[in-house]
């Protein structure tokens, strides 16, 4: 998140932008919310990792000691009021969660259990993301960006030998379509975990694992090696 070590929030330049360009501001948004005094309240942007488009919404976690209430809902910021005319909608994806929800998960990474994908772009997106009100829920004692990375690295991997053996197995038996979607989907997974590998966490594959694959600072050969 961004904190310095005093706990004191830091703007996100790129966010700060995405705002300016929209015409709303951070207090905006969380007049937008029903806040209560011990939230902790995280933006998150793809902007802020260099990815999305004008479209993009802005998803807000409301971390709180207990929730009681929806857990997921929308909040229609109506571009076309922001003078965003090629956009059809622009939301704020907000999401509550309970403190100790987010301790079960974290606990799942330290413990080495299963983990879903959602769960991990919780995770993530807290991590990377913008403290916009309260103070900081994941302390780095309780989760490294280091530890997501991994986690995901061999979570992409998994799923990508698993598709390859498919593909094999189907090309061996001249089913050869299934066998091309099947090396398609590893060749996706295998180039997130890749991305993982070198720090870059991707969890929307189908969106943005080629972009963040072209953006690496890793020269062309190694990823040419890579994907042979």
Not at 122 to 135: A, C, P
Not at 143 to 164: A, F, M, N, P, R
Request: glycine share 6%; with cysteine; proline share 0%.
């Amino acid at each position: 998140m961004y904190m310095n070590k005093r706990g004191e929030r830091n703007e996100n330049t790129k966010l700060t932008k995405r705002l300016e360009d929209i015409g709303i501001n951070r207090e905006g948004i969380l007049k937008l919310l029903k806040l209560r005094k011990r939230d902790c309240i995280v933006i998150y942007s793809s902007c802020m990792e260099n990815l999305g488009t004008d479209a993009s919404d802005f998803d807000i976690y409301v971390i709180r000691e207990d929730v009681s209430e929806c857990r997921t809902e929308l909040i229609d910021l109506d571009p076309h009021y922001y003078g965003l005319d090629n956009v059809a909608y622009l939301y704020l994806d907000v999401q509550y969660w309970s403190q100790n929800e987010l301790k079960r998960v974290i606990e799942k990474i330290n413990k080495h259990k299963n983990i879903g994908f959602e769960e991990l772009k919780t995770l993530h997106r807290l991590l990377v993301g913008e403290v916009l009100y309260g103070k900081s829920f994941l302390h780095e004692n309780m989760l490294d960006i280091t530890e997501l990375q991994e986690v995901v690295k061999e979570k992409y991997s998994v799923i990508s030998d698993g598709l390859l053996h498919d593909c094999i197995g189907l090309y061996q038996n001249e089913e050869l379509l299934g066998a091309i979607m099947c090396a398609r989907e590893a060749l996706k997974y295998a180039v997130c975990g890749y991305n993982a590998s070198k720090g870059k966490i991707n969890l929307k594959a189908e969106k943005w694992s080629a972009k963040i694959f072209m953006q690496l600072d890793v020269s062309e050969r190694e990823k040419t090696e890579y994907i042979k």
